[in-house]
């Protein structure tokens, strides 16, 4: 949903895994009228040309990521991103009303589950995207659900920009 939100001004690759979601999207994109490029596709297995997206925002991903395809996911960030390039990210919090495993890398890999997506805290963020300039990092701002947009304060939203 959020890639027919981008799409105004914008060329937007909205990219999934699963099959329900690529057509839940569509779905969505036809109502609003909005055509898009639809990638049913492992972000880890796509063939991505350097310096090709001005933005990339990832909308529910990261959180599902073992900590070892970290390195991975942000090596495809740095490859992907124009120099100055931003990237996006909501993602759980720790403990969150919709997930947000509060289990160490570690424990992942011990009890070997994510139970449902990592949680995560603002400096566990900043450590991780260390690599980035961190523009904003917060709890999303909580949306009534008469609201024509989403915001719920158990997701934290973030801007980070690469550096040029």
Known sequence: ??????????????????????????????????????????IFAMDIQVNSYDLIYDSGCFHHIAPHRRISYIQLLHKALVPGGHFALTCFIENGEFGGSTLSDWDVYRHFTLQGGLGFTEEKLRNIFKDFEVIEIRRMKDEDHSSSVFGSSSLFTALFRKNR
Not at 13 to 42: C, H, P, T, Y
Request: proline content about 0%.
């Open 1 to 42: 949903m959020q890639s027919i939100w981008l799409k105004q001004g914008c060329t937007v690759d909205a990219v999934d895994i699963s099959e329900e979601a690529i057509q839940w999207a569509k779905d969505r994109a036809k109502e609003k009228g909005v055509m898009l490029n639809f990638l049913l596709n492992n």
